[in-house]
């Protein structure tokens, strides 16, 4: 990684200009180091051969001739440069520069374009959201409204109850009262009646004048008799509303007798003895 040396915001590769502030990146030349002087150019002279000595009888043959050696040329002085060169080089300057600022421009489009696209897609996916958020709580609002009407209608059913059952006490508590009226009236009229039913004489009576029993079930009474002869006893049920049996015989002149209750309503049950044809009666009440 290389570091803008204006921002210190790291980049790879080759970049031109710094995307973050634009400094140019591009790294300068290095100095150009100083080139050794050309030596001088060493003419190596070869030394000089003594004639050779010329044959007898040929005065003016002469040895072998040297081969020359030519100096090296003079190396061309270099010239100033003149002002073409220089606007050469300042529009080549210019070129890169123009080329590098394109770049640059370019590129932070491109990063702006970007940038723009990626907030438009967290605009379009927030707006997503907070719809899908206001449609979350209009639905909690809307069950929030039914849950509070149905509060309220459970308030009122509760109250016409609470009032409906003030009532039913109220009616159970007067109820209770001439219930309570009615068993003690009921007993008396039971005493009443045990003074008329169940007796006909000391020696031939019952031991309860009315019998009250419920529907299917039954009661027992006692029939005590005082005679020294032989003597029968039979009852007599008006209809099948109460049915009735003995116990076994008479012993020590008394008798059992099961009543049993089968239809509500009100039943006189006579007794006859075969003596005297003395006769009381048993009143039954069948309740349900």
């Not at 150009?32 to 050309?38: D, G, K, M, S």
């Not at 000595?53 to 002469?62: E, I, L």
């Not at 300057?93 to 438009?120: D, H």
Request: charged share 15%; glycine share 8%.
């Amino acid at each position: 990684m290389k570091q803008c040396p204006n921002c210190k915001s790291t980049y790879s590769g080759r970049r031109t200009f710094c995307a973050n502030c634009g400094t140019s990146l591009t790294e300068a030349a290095p100095p150009p180091q100083p080139q050794p002087a050309p030596e001088s150019p060493t003419i190596q002279i070869p030394p000089v051969q003594p004639p050779a000595s010329a044959p007898v009888g040929d005065p003016f043959a002469t040895g072998p001739v040297p081969p020359q050696v030519k100096a090296p040329a003079p190396a061309p002085a270099k010239k100033p440069a003149g002002p073409a060169a220089v606007l050469a080089v300042v529009l080549a300057a210019c070129t890169v520069l123009a080329a590098g600022c394109a770049g640059f421009l370019g590129y932070q489009a491109l990063q702006l374009k970007k940038n723009y696209e990626a907030e438009q897609r967290l605009r379009v996916s927030a707006q997503q959201e907070a719809s899908a958020i206001q449609e979350e709580l209009d639905r909690l609002q809307l069950d929030h409204d039914q849950m509070v009407s149905a509060l309220e209608n459970a308030n009122v059913q509760l109250e016409d109850t609470r009032s409906q059952l003030e009532d039913v006490s109220g009616q159970l508590t007067s109820g209770s009262s001439r219930l309570d009226a009615a068993e003690r009236e009921l007993a008396g009229l039971i005493d009443l009646l045990d003074r008329g039913y169940g007796f006909a004489s000391t020696n031939y009576c019952a031991s309860k004048g009315v019998v009250v029993v419920r529907q299917q079930g039954s009661a027992t009474i006692s029939i005590y008799e005082d005679y020294a002869e032989e003597n029968t006893y039979t009852f007599h049920v008006p209809n099948s509303g109460v049915s009735c049996q003995w116990n076994g015989p008479f012993t020590n002149g008394t008798a059992t007798l099961t009543i049993t209750g089968n239809t509500p309503g009100y039943y006189p049950v006579s007794f006859t003895n075969g003596v005297d044809s003395a006769s009381f009666e048993v009143l039954v009440i069948v309740t349900e």
